[in-house]
């Protein structure tokens, strides 16, 4: 079982940035993927970006493409988002996996507001 804890959500007006972190413990050398996923007010939870585990490549949803970069540092997870947009308020989850179903934070809060 692996444990996540999110923090760095927030409030930030159109065009800001947020830095998201994860921390992994408990059984991290079952970790092959972690990721970021979001869920807004009424819609499903979506896949944000992921980074392989041992190899550190990475993957993003389209809609945040060029603004949004996933990065790992041993056992911790970030989610740098630039130039951010209504859109993307939403609860964020850190998320990671092995060969099983994901594992999930508690998620956390970011809200873009003009």
């Known amino acids: 079982q692996v444990e996540l804890v999110e923090s760095g959500g927030g409030l930030v007006q159109p065009g800001g940035s947020l830095t998201l972190s994860c921390t992994a413990s408990?059984?991290?050398?079952?970790?092959?993927?972690m990721g970021w996923f979001r869920q807004a007010a009424g819609k499903e939870r979506e896949f944000v970006a992921s980074?392989?585990?041992?190899?550190?490549y990475n993957q993003y949803a389209d809609s945040v493409k060029g603004r949004f970069t996933i990065s790992r540092d041993n056992a911790n997870v970030y989610l740098q988002m630039n130039t951010l947009e209504p859109e993307d308020t939403a609860v964020y989850y850190c998320?990671?996996?092995?060969?099983?179903?994901?594992?999930w934070g508690q998620g956390t809060q970011v809200t873009v507001f003009s």
């Open positions: 408990g059984s991290v050398d079952s970790i092959i993927f």
């Open positions: 998320a990671a996996r092995g060969t099983g179903p994901w594992n």
């Open positions: 980074v392989a585990w041992r190899t550190s």
